[in-house]
């Protein structure tokens, strides 16, 4: 484990699938670099099941976190220093496609600006997220266009990351 004076700047990209192990990995990796490592969680809770689950996750996880509810400002939470675990960046699209009417270009403009913030400061950044275009073209209008703004967005944080990791039934496979 690495004391916190040696952490630097450097953002992880982790991608893949529902249930690819995304999560898990990031969370074990942060562990490893971190005894006390933040889960900024992007979720809006939309009804009382999904709150449920925000609960197991957060019990499951330990008190060595240091768990921060968050819907879309996540550079309003000063973590210099830190490991930080993103979870999810669809769920923190979503909340800007839908308080922005499904408009896809400012959306994007929204995400990329709120990360280029967020991202300014000194620290272990894990940004976890989902391959879901690698289905179907799906006949949905609202679900294309938010595919669309997904993979737009997975693009500009893989391009900006220092490491991108691809889970693809548990395994990670290096990207770049």
Not at 63 to 84: C, D, F, M, Y
Not at 140 to 161: P, V
């Amino acid at each position: 484990m690495l004391p916190l004076p040696f952490i630097m700047k450097r953002i992880i990209l982790i991608t893949g699938g529902q249930r690819s192990g995304k999560s898990s990995y990031a969370e074990k990796t942060a562990l490893s670099l971190s005894e006390n490592p933040v889960y900024l969680a992007t979720a809006r809770v939309w009804d009382e099941e999904f709150r449920k689950r925000v609960l197991r996750h957060q019990a499951f996880r330990g008190p060595q976190w240091t768990n921060i509810e968050e819907e879309k400002e996540l550079s309003r939470h000063n973590l210099a220093g830190r490991v930080i675990v993103i979870d999810c960046v669809t769920l923190w699209c979503t909340n800007f496609f839908f308080d922005l009417k499904s408009d896809v270009r400012e959306s994007l403009q929204a995400v990329k600006e709120e990360f280029d913030r967020f991202t300014s400061q000194d620290a272990t950044f894990f940004f976890v997220t989902n391959e879901i275009g690698l289905g179907g073209v799906s006949e949905n209008e609202l679900q294309r266009k938010f595919t669309d703004l997904q993979g737009w967005i997975n693009q500009y944080i893989a391009s900006g990351s220092d490491e991108v990791i691809l889970m693809v039934s548990g395994i990670p496979v290096k990207v770049k």
